[in-house]
């Protein structure tokens, strides 16, 4: 009675060694998570504000199912502000979170047997949206010498008749890594001469280190126009509104009728709290709290990074956005994370999630955990691994 | 660039009186909305305080993919203390409202040519459910004299040997009408006979008049098993948290694991603070707030049902369930409707969302507004109705 697409589905290996450290806290062992892909801070005060407002004025009921034209407004003008890219409110859809946006992009681009794109390592759900909207996934695999992101050789190369778009991320879950501007914009261009479309993953932008967080949705050199690219963008990471399960997506106005159907039938609408909340997310206040927030990502990114070859561990590539490290494992990942766990109560992520082929080469350490926590973390890795190696 | 599936859907009609109602509304003209799926009351107090209380100790977090196992526990116990049905809490998966179930239950049960029998009239939105698994839908015209229920018969006169399963609905939107314990057992035993799949929306359950409400999972007098059921429930309509998007599904063993593969990958959990304000659903506080608003709602049927003929209308079959009636148009529903809204300012939804065959024949009166103001609107649709026939 189980549908093939039910069947096909891999089951999330992190959920296993996530069990088995839920099983050594119960035992009453001392486990530190570096583990998950969720801030380790509260929701912004004026955002927990917005939202107990909001309940309190009874704003419970349903949307429109694009979303509260107010929420629509200003995240576009939040990308005139800071990115200096005209999107108008049109063109913006808020979701329940970014899976919904992921989908909805799937299941409006794709017809059942085209071709999609996708980098490996890379989000593993990535895979069940193209698979849900029947289409076939081929893999481009991504080399840590151009920063786990993919070149525009690679995209030619991967590219059959066949292929219809490719789904790209920047910064990059696993790796925290980011595309270069000059790649991203040759791809995008050469995309749109193929016909083909972009569904773009921005939902870790505002998490970056070092430089300015960009945005496919500025304008292109070549001035190309991005009618055939879809961004999508999460309130969970910057904004630390993960368990209120809202994001947006920038479409093309093409798309805007079909997702605008899509969503009517397949969800209603957006959490309404949640909407109004998000409001208050582009408020300066709220703003000043997530970059003291990414400050705080910056600094243990930079101790990581600085501490892992002391304790016999080495990064992939730069990661310089997120708040990942894929890093090398001494031996097998799936062996060693679970290693780690139960002598050291280190809890990481082996790497066959977000990679068919190289995860067992690789993990992925999580720095959404309090710099102490991570000190810690490392003085235990580091004992492991100059025990074992 | 756009997928058939997308192209495919119908937009919803609905949506384009309610525009026009909208644009009335803003010329000043006092519309009495009979037209929409939401209570028109507020939260449950002691819901919107779990909700504050959740946001205030930081309940904002990710939970497990399948839910919070609390709730999960109450919901299982609810169907024991209220259907004396046997429910494990493993069995129950919550859901970003119902129609994230129905999407699960889609994709778990149907392969891409699989027919699927739906019947009409029906909630619009279950087609394209079904189209976005790849099914193919095969409807059941039903009839005025079944209650606008199937009977086995037509089941079986329905049912190919590419039929996988079904999906009904008791009380059904738009016409309120439930199905009668003994049809529907007999179809669910001949069904699994076929094995085949029941995909049963009980999102109005508890909304319900004259008789007890019902569940399929209370036992068969057979004894037939349910394992080829899945039973959709919502927070929406009884417990009036439509913009709070939470529903739930039970689900049998076999079907658990892939849908939380599904759950995991197409949207990682329902929201959080929702899902801790939806225990408060269960404590007999609410459950009295919602009883009287459900004797409120009866009210209204009744007054509704007494009224229609003397302003020359007649409800279709016995809607003794949700908050809707069914009714005949004198003329095309399409423009009746229009008229309605144009001259009288009311506004219900012609019949063409909900069926292919007969839409122009009937239209839908919501009752989820206050006894005044149904009031009002029927002496509005009496002027109209008396001028034109």
Redesign the interface.
Known sequence: ???????S????HV?EIVKQADQLQQQGRDVIHLS?G?PDF??PEPV?QA??QA??A??????AALGLQELRETIAHFYDSRFGATVSPGQVVIT??A??GL?YAC??????GDEVLLCDPGY??NK??VQ???GVVRTIQVSEDNNFQPTLAEVQEAWTPKT?GILLASPSNPTGTRISSNVLNDIVDWVATQ?G?IIMDEIYQLLCYGSQPRTLLSQSPSGQTRD?CVVINSFSKYFG?????LGWMVVPE??L???E??A???????????QWAALACFKQETLDICEARRAAFGNRREFLLRELPNVGLHAGSNPDGAFYVYAHAPYGSSQYCSDLLQTQAVCTVPGKDFSQKEGEAMFRISYANSLERIEQALQRMGQFNCREI
Do not use: D, V, W
């Open positions: 009675m189980l549908s093939r697409l039910s069947q589905i891999e089951p999330f959920m998950i969720e509260p929701l927990a939202l107990t309940i309190g009874g704003k419970t009921r349903y949307t329940s979170g899976s919904t989908m299941l409006a681009l794709i017809n059942p593993p759900c069940t949206f849900t909207a029947g219809q016909g479309f055939h509104m993960t368990g209120l399960r093409a798309l009728t079909p997702i159907k899509l009517q039938n397949l969800n209603i609408c957006p959490s309404t709290p949640a």
